[in-house]
């Protein structure tokens, strides 16, 4: 089976092969397909996402993504966005989870944010309308809010969950954020077995503070899932500089494509140290394996995570311990049989 690897650039390498040793570890065997993007990239090739590593991953349909960095200041695009919106890969999904041993105020946590990937602010529609005047616009379109919506529905209803809660600030942005409501309950009507609840994103961003425990699937769009996504992931680390995003797996869906990735950025302060948390990338890999038909080996691979930090030894130092990214590998691959 041929998967494709985009290392990407300051720790991503590291991580990567972490994830890559753990997938070998648990039985399945992974042709990888390396792939450029990042830093590296862009001095190799002028772009830091060549249009060779999309076309690699339109010819093997799947992927691994380490975190890559768009240069700043250079005219370059966000790589995130290029691969979205090059693939359309409409829907992120970042599953967010209590986990063992790490330290937050809430115990509770177990719920699903899903983003849509491709419209939004972030379609990258502005301009300057005079010196000291710039417009962006906000595109939603009915059939990528019904598309997103769907797949919210969907994934509930596939990973038996109670309720989906829509997103949105339609009494300000009426037109917007009012067509993708409207959509929303008019797809919520599909699923009768699904509970749906419709919400402010301020509120949302509350209730989340105060207790996360009542949140299932949260559906928004674009702009919102992004800050969402990291709140969300913030609610399950623990006081090390990586936070949550450094436990938190990640996911994007198209109708054809896949790519799978940890949430963190790239961390080049410490690059090449050995010390890098690669369990974002560890579970990303896990949810690859589910989406490529080996859910066996990828609900292992979890359970040696969890098992990992129940036990507590060879964590890193974002996790309380002073293990490196070796350290916490071997103790995931050793746990793949606990």
């Known amino acids: 089976m041929q998967i494709v690897l985009i290392e990407g650039d300051g720790i991503g390498p590291e991580v990567t092969q972490a994830a890559c040793r753990v997938v070998a570890a648990a039985g399945v ?41 768009t240069p700043i200041g250079k005219g370059y695009r966000s790589i995130n966005v290029r691969l979205r919106q090059g693939l359309e890969l409409f829907a ?19 719920l699903i944010v899903v983003r849509e990937n491709t419209e939004g602010l972030y379609a990258g529609m502005e301009h300057e ?14 059939a990528a809010a019904e598309r997103i919506v769907q797949f919210a529905f969907e994934l509930a209803r596939h990973r038996g969950r109670r ?26 009507e599909d699923y009768p077995f699904i509970q749906f609840e419709e919400k402010p994103i301020d509120n949302v961003c509350l209730e989340l503070a105060m ?15 992004d800050v969402i996504s990291d709140l969300a992931a913030g609610l399950i680390g623990g006081p090390g500089p990586g936070g949550g995003l450094g ?26 140290k050995g010390i890098a948390n690669p369990i974002a990338c ?31 030894e060879g964590l890193t130092r974002d996790l309380g ?15 793949l049989g606990a």
């Open 29 to 69: 065997k992974i042709d990888w397909v390396k792939a450029p993007a990042g830093i590296p990239a862009a001095e190799q090739f002028g772009e830091p996402l060549p249009e060779e590593t999309l076309e690699m991953i339109r010819r093997y349909r799947v992927a691994l993504k380490g975190p890559c960095t």
């Open 321 to 335: 311990g002073t293990g490196t990214t070796a350290t916490i590998t071997e103790q995931i691959i050793k746990n």
């Open 282 to 312: 560890i579970r990303s890999a896990a949810l690859l394996l589910e989406h490529v038909g080996h859910r066996t080996a990828g609900e292992r691979i979890e359970h040696a995570v969890v098992k990992t930090l129940q036990v507590g």
């Open 211 to 225: 207790d996360p425990s009542g949140f299932d699937v949260l559906v928004m769009e674009n702009l919102f899932g």
């Open 92 to 110: 992120s999904v970042r599953a967010v989870n209590t986990l063992p041993g790490i330290n937050t105020p809430y115990e509770k946590v177990d």
């Open 129 to 142: 309308v005079v010196p000291g005047v710039v417009e962006s616009v906000r595109l939603v379109t009915r």
């Open 163 to 188: 309720m989906v809660t829509f997103c949105h600030k339609a009494d300000v942005m009426r037109l917007s954020d009012g067509l993708f409501l409207e959509v929303a309950r008019t797809v919520a």
């Open 247 to 272: 436990l938190v797996p990640g996911a994007n869906f198209g109708n054809r494509f896949a790519v799978f990735e940890a949430v963190h950025g790239s961390a080049p302060d410490i690059a090449g």
